[in-house]
């Protein structure tokens, strides 16, 4: 039996950026795009555009814009039970293994409040609102007080966002949902039932085409899923195995994309909490141990990141008015001219990205 293979950090980085599609921007549809990422964190409108931006030449907002409008790509609760973007296929495909996530999700909540509901009962009801028209989630509040005067509003409206499967309306709006957001139940909006179970083995093997090589602790990371070890062993026949420098097993698909520790990586701005950051718990092939709580924030926020030579180097922010829109850049460490002449590159087509032909772009570095 040939020994382990050994992948070392910048090797386990290059196959990462491979998967994401951060080695160069490719030319490909935007539906294949987000299913080939699986899921994108979508807390907010904005960020899966400028990730969608970052991997794909040529991309425009409206592009996306439309298949959610066209019901190709939903806006819902998924991944470690926060808004994602998904393919409708996806969705429905997947929906049922993610429900152990967001059942474990509203029992803390539940238990945390100290809230005593009849779930069944409140689900119910809430299918009942949503199935007459979309509706805002303050809308939903208001029913569910009158049905069940005394409980705790929050704690009701958490438990529907983790049971029953909803789909976040688009507007016309340049990233396709404004402040206030309807909802629809997934059913209705796709014309499909969405499945209660199944979709395990599909979500693993998706995570490591994705994500890979990687562990079951960091599958478990990504997905919230908890006790991945068996799910693996019994995929263990169809899986690569490698090991990372530190010795902890990794799996892989066969014939999955290993580029070498020596292939260049472009400068490029990820949003907010993008997944490439949060996939694994071992961060260590993308941003440094010391520079995590530079990016995460004590109140969990994960800021926009900059990535030099494939790793977390910077955060950035933007700030968009009539006469100029300014990048704001955080280096964790000096940076040569060199990289910072890329970075400004690279700011100049996020503003033509956001703002179109703005009035001046400015790139601050502090």
């Known amino acids: 039996m040939p020994p382990i293979r050994i992948l070392t950090k910048r090797e386990l980085n290059r196959a990462l950026l491979e998967r994401q599609m951060l080695l160069r921007r490719e030319s490909l549809p935007v539906l294949e795009v987000i299913h080939r990422l699986i ?6 409108p904005r960020p899966p555009f400028i990730g969608l931006w970052t991997r794909i030449a040529g991309f425009t907002a409206p592009e996306l814009a ?18 994602h973007l998904l393919t409708a296929a996806d969705y429905l495909a997947l929906r049922g293994a993610m ?34 028209r979309p509706q805002t989630f303050e809308d939903l509040r208001t029913t569910l007080m009158e049905q069940f005067p005394g409980v705790d509003e929050r704690a009701m409206g958490y438990a529907v966002r983790m049971q029953l499967p909803l789909c976040m ?48 602790n960091d599958a478990q990371c990504w997905s919230g899923l ?34 070498g520790a020596d292939v260049p990586a ?3 701005f990820l949003p907010g909490f993008d997944n490439a950051i949060l996939a694994h718990q071992d961060r260590a092939r993308i941003i440094a141990d010391e520079h995590r709580p530079l990016v995460t924030t004590k109140n969990l926020q994960v800021q926009p990141t900059v990535l030099v030579d494939g790793f977390v180097a910077a955060t950035w922010d933007v700030t968009l008015r009539k006469t100029a829109v300014t990048v704001a850049v ?33 790139v601050t570095f502090s």
């Open 39 to 44: 899921a994108m964190q979508a807390q907010q």
């Open 66 to 83: 439309t298949l959610l409008r066209d019901r190709q790509v939903v806006r819902v609760t998924h991944l470690r039970g926060t808004l």
């Open 99 to 132: 429900q152990p996530v967001l059942t474990a999700g509203m029992q803390a909540i539940l238990k945390q409040r100290g809230a005593v509901l009849d779930i069944e009962a409140v689900v119910k009801a809430a299918q009942g609102h949503f199935g007459k």
């Open 169 to 216: 309306v688009p507007d016309d709006t340049q990233f396709a949902y404004g402040a206030d957001t309807n909802f629809t139940l997934a059913s209705q909006w796709l014309g499909r039932p969405v499945p209660d179970g199944g979709g395990l083995d599909d979500l693993l093997l998706r995570y490591l085409a994705a994500f890979g090589p990687a562990s079951v």
């Open 226 to 259: 908890p006790k991945l070890k068996p799910a693996f062993e019994a995929l263990r026949p169809k899986l690569v195995v490698y090991k990372d420098e530190n010795g902890k097993e990794l799996f892989d698909l066969s014939g999955a994309p290993l580029p």
């Open 266 to 268: 472009p400068v490029r």
């Open 330 to 362: 955080k280096p964790f460490s000096p940076l040569p001219p060199k990289v910072r002449k890329a970075i400004e590159g690279e700011a100049a087509g996020l503003v033509k990205f956001l703002a179109g032909e703005a009035p001046r772009c400015e």
